[in-house]
């Protein structure tokens, strides 16, 4: 696992540069989202905009991406994204990562923008950029198929982008198979403006153990740890759908645009259990055990035949109860549509039901929008959500965020668009939970669960226990603000280090206490790569890692006003759901202390900077340009 | 008496059973090294788990043509490499693609059962491929047949 | 007797007893009535309010 390389791509001038990766930044950042924001970091200057071929993007496998446990199957994606100007990243499952490690690399470093559509082909130690006129204009499915067909082999795995990413929709993803999305931070749009359709990779190299036969057996371990968790069952029957049946009877899951926070009975349709109808099968990605994912088929209807994977929890929200839908067809249907063009469905769906709440306001209108936005109207969804993709008419104009799309239709329009740094969120409603509020609004790639959320923090789990877990005393109660600060600041370190090694955040304590964490990570470390760690230093390049991202940010504008949940979870008090969750919102007094705890826990000052002893004692230098010169 | 019992509708394409093997075998992580191979092409809708399967009358033995191949204790149909020529033969004739061959060193492996207790199944939380005593497969598989024929009557009467 | 399985209820968010195959069942902390959903024979979870 070391030796391993990294390949510096200069797209305009067709020339690359292959290093090994030094030992000493292992220690320093591990891999994946880590190393990635190392290269950022030192190479991308505040005056470089996203869409400028000096931006990087960075594409990293985990230092542990392609064992056999933990679904070390994670490709992070990183680039100076458009939405908000700061750190833009992705996460992506599926086999992209383990190829690229087999193919001899573990990060590609990517500046510069090709004359005209290219692809690159990574192939047992070799990168090669190849023309992709032929391909541009393909959805991502039919890209994929054609580059495995060109390249004569079944087993290339492809990184792509669709019309979204061709088109530079500012949420665009990057995508490997069906529903593998690299998939916030519009990394899509940034490979776009590369001319970069896709990176084909294929590798039958060797991918060395340290110690083959501990590793083997602790392998083994791993996964039965995690199988044998009532959420690891849940999940592998459910996937992540079995939340909705959590967020929309307790009263969390935005609805009509985060009007209400349930539908209540009338979201009942789309409970998890009605989505076993459409299930053909479960699949996984690569190294996991757990096969969270469905391959699903519509056998009748208006969509009868459409066979495809997915779809996860946020697209319910996105093509449901955001929109007033509750249709699993729709939901389907439009997941589907959503991976083939390569968009997130996150953000087009918060931007979706922000242009309904909108046209219900009459701040837009049907001649803004050529037809009517009325909620629950399916037709109306799916057709706006194309001509975003497209960029047509007034879709042109959503497809460059909220920021960008309220220049024009008005500042005030802002109060209803649901985000953090210009990133919209998901469509859980954070209102009640102000762990949960605060990771959105401190995540540095803007509002998002999968940077900090304490998802556990629902389960009100024993104070001795979570003292345990985090090494503070948190508060059990999760409609509390003391304390919370703390257990978001452990959140955002330990997902860091989880996207650095390359785990799946479903086989870790994200919403499951007894799924291996640091203390599992330590000897799966020393087995798989020979390198000694203790839970400490792990911690330690968590906070390092984490302070670099921050510092990117706040380089890039993005300081102590932009930690904020969006205003409306302040004024507007949850309007249904459970007694205990009904009449909630956020108290502006009590975010302050959280927010200031939270800055003090990491050791950055009252504004959101990293103090300078902060800096010293991670060993956090200035900037310092190192992509290798090419002629 | 054991075999191999493979139910791809239960494979999820994850192919843990691919980088054990080939770290049980070569010490090192490469599917491409591996003894058993997932037909994958998730675009379509494919996963396929492959191996040998241990054939009770081996063409593999029968036409090696430096009788490289032998039958150790488990049943399993081994390759003696001090005898192994690397001449496919074996490769090509294999109706199953039981029979493949190393990317790396060019010698022609195959599943040796890794002495009776196959890391594949191990690994294989969804129990997509079994290592079951033979009375038990034919128990399954009569059991599997006889309910499709009966879901079949059943969708004839409805 | 039939056997018993737990379920973690979403209004006190303890975990309460429910019936082998149960399709309905009551919080006996704090009296919430559920529908009930099995991921496994044995691993009964709350689908939604009753």
Redesign the interface.
Known sequence: MLKRKVAFVDLSKEKVVVEEIPKELRKKHLGGRGLNWYYIYNNVTPEVEPFDPENLLVIGTGFLT????LGT?RTQISTKGPLTKGVGDANMGG?FGPELR?AGFDHLVIKGKAKEPVYLFVYNGEIEIRKASHLWGLDT?ET??ALKEEIGD??VESMVIGKAGENKVYFANVMN??KNAGGRGGTGAVMGSKNLKAIATR???????HD?DK??EY??QM?QQV?ST?WA??LS??GTP?LY??S???GFIGTMNWQYNTPG?EG?PL???YLQDYI????????????CRH?VKIERGEYAGL?T?GPEYTMMGSFGTLVGCYDWDLVIKGNDECNRWGVDNLSLGAIISWAFELYQREILTEKDVGFKLEWGDKNAVLELARMIVEREEIGDLLANGFLEAAKKIGEDSLYYAIHVKGQPDLHTDERGIPSFALGIATSTRGADHLRSRPAID???LPEEFLEKLIGYKIKSDFTAYETKGILVWWFELYFNIVDSLGVCKFQSTFNCPHCPQYDEYVPLLKYATGLDFTKEELIQIGERNYTMERLFNIINGLGKEHDYPPERFFKEPNKRG???MKGRKLDRDKYEKMLMEYYAQHGWDENGVPKEETLKKLGIEKPKPNFPEVE | MKTFLIDPDKCTGCRDCEMVCSLYHEKVLNPARSRITVIRDPLNGIELPAVCMQCEDPVCVLVCPVNAIYVDENGAKVIDYSKCMGCRTCVITCPLGGALIDPVTGKTIKCDLCGGDPMCVKFCSTHAIEWVDVSVANQRIKRATLERYLEALRKGKG | MSEKYEARCLNCRKRFEVEKGAEIAVCNHCGSKWRISWVTPEQPKVQGPA
């Open positions: 392609g064992l056999p446990c199957g086999a087999y499915y994929q198929k079944e087993r198979n069906i590798g039958t190299m060797d991918m060395h153990i083959v590793f083997i392998a083994m996964n199988l009532k069952k849940t029957r459910l079995l049946d959590v929309y009877t307790t009975k009942e409970e998890a259990e053909v099968k479960h699949t996984a990605c690569m190294g996991c055990s757990v096969h391959r066979i994977e629902l389960f009100q459970l007694p205990f």
